[in-house]
């Protein structure tokens, strides 16, 4: 733990922690459910929360990792430790036992968003060179075999396809004699060992395969789940998407390390979610801020009893103080946000309920244990003094092995003595708390002034009649940048009047913020474009803001 008063923004990770909960641990993904499987084997570890099921099922850990390791063995049949099977699927708990299966038999998982088409599902299965691959029959009324037939001849390398419809006819083989011949015993896995390949979800460009380890994935969900005074009695209701690192890493790992409960839904619906909360008895809600913006405002949340709710883990978008509060009031949680990305394992700070409810509305918390965070001033790379915006860098046990085949920006983005260039702009202060400021790549540059988003989407969240917001810089020919604003108003405003909110919410912006950074260009629309994450796409927004004022 570091001195307190900090003198510049350098969250010194200790070198040791009393405990298990502020170490790292030489753990492995098939290693913590064995572990979950032999501490608790009757306790309930999994259950399907698809509501197209005539009946929800459930695993215990005990089943869970049988299993798994009948999935591990089916895969051994097909595949030697070392290369990569992809997944390509909504969330089911299918894809949790091939997360587990893929782990024990020291393969590494390719995660795949189901909702990519042939172009950039032939991206990330060639990219990654994957040897086989597992896919749902369709998605969103797509069908993926189809798409899969579209681009099969760009993918030499692909072996094995297996549906997830087959999957007890696959895992079936796991019993098989030659399957449980010593030959095919499951291999040691190292903690080092790649685990999983996530593909980032940029909005420029191609993405990139984040790799990430065993150790790192492990220990940033338990380290996190520790943080938040998660246990044995919690139920976790994910709807995150189990591609992206928050739902097949944080969650999905840090439930069964402290031998939780998961409730899976197979997609994000804020009646589902709050119909699976009152049923099963949830008392952790999780994902991001536009998920839990949608829960507040379906009218189910009256008819639902979601007493049970404790805690509420968010990340990876704007949370703003007036989204915070309403829902600490609201389902009577404490509300907890994550600073996060991929390519450190998924959480780089967390706040928590035993934080003050200011800090928790007004910042993303300290660094969690065994984890440097500090400051840099983006050209310099000197750590900045406490209070001053810069971007923000971490070290340690969670940052991912590098970009898959990418040396060039592998070494962009982590520098020689290790540290993690996150790309996002904050501030730490002197108790090492950290606000977000934005991405760099968001920054508005108006006429030299910069400007962070952030702040002015917090004053236009804070008004009554704007459900959400995201503000952006749009071309102009005479300051370089201009701050445009997206907003999506709140129930009960008419998009017709749409002139006068702009109006209105540009005289309240003029009351609280310095002139040039008043938005000067408006996008009024019933939805944003979103990330499957929940991200806001700003890209888009850019190009309907730009393309309204051409037409």
Known sequence: MPEFPLTTSY???????????????????????????????????????????????????????????????????????????????????????????????????????????????????????????????????????????????????????????????????????????????????????????????????????????????????????????????????????????????????????????????????????????ETFRGTMGCGAPTMYIAMLGHPDLAKRDVSSLRLSMTGGALSPPALVRQMESTFGVSYCITFAQTESSCSITMSTPADSADDRADTVGRPLPATDVRVADPVTGQTVPCGTIGEIRTRGYLVMGGYLNAPEATAAAIDSDGWLCTGDLGSMDERGYLRIAGRIKDMIIRGGENIYPREIEEVLISHPAVADASVLGVPDEYYGEVVGAAIRPASGESATRSDQLEADLAEYCQARLAAYKVPVRWLVTGAFPLTASGKIRKDVLRERITAQRQG
């Open 11 to 277: 969250w010194r990770a200790a070198t040791s922690s009393p405990g298990v909960g502020g170490q790292v641990l030489e753990t492995t993904i098939g290693g913590s459910l064995r572990d979950a499987a032999g501490r608790a084997p009757a306790k309930t570890a999994l259950i399907d929360g698809d509501p197209d099921r005539f009946e929800r099922r459930r695993w215990t850990y005990a089943e869970l990792l049988a299993d798994a390791e009948r999935a591990a063995r089916a895969l051994l049949l097909r595949f030697a430790p070392g290369e990569r099977v992809a997944v390509w699927s909504a969330n089911s708990p299918e894809w949790i036992i091939l997360e587990f299966a893929a782990a024990l038999a020291g393969l590494t998982l390719v995660t795949v968003n189901p909702a990519y088409l042939e172009d950039e599902l032939g991206h990330v299965l060639s990219h990654s060179a994957a040897d086989g691959l597992f896919l749902a029959d369709t998605y969103q009324r797509n069908d993926l075999h189809a798409i899969l037939g579209g681009i099969s001849g760009r993918l030499p390398r692909l072996r094995e396809v297996i549906s997830f419809s087959d999957w007890e006819i696959f895992t079936a083989d796991g019993d098989g004699p030659a399957a449980r011949n010593a030959a095919q015993s499951l291999p040691e896995v190292s903690p080092d060992s790649a685990a999983q390949v996530l593909y980032t979800s940029g909005t420029t460009g191609r993405p990139k395969g984040a790799v990430l380890t065993h150790r790192g994935l492990t220990n940033n969900a338990r380290l996190a789940y520790t943080a938040v005074g998660a246990g044995p009695d919690d139920v976790a209701v994910n709807p995150m998407p189990l591609f992206h690192v928050a739902g097949g890493g944080l969650v999905t790992l840090g439930t069964v390390q402290v031998t939780g409960t998961q409730v899976i839904m197979p997609r994000f619906s804020p009646a589902l979610q709050l119909e699976l909360i």
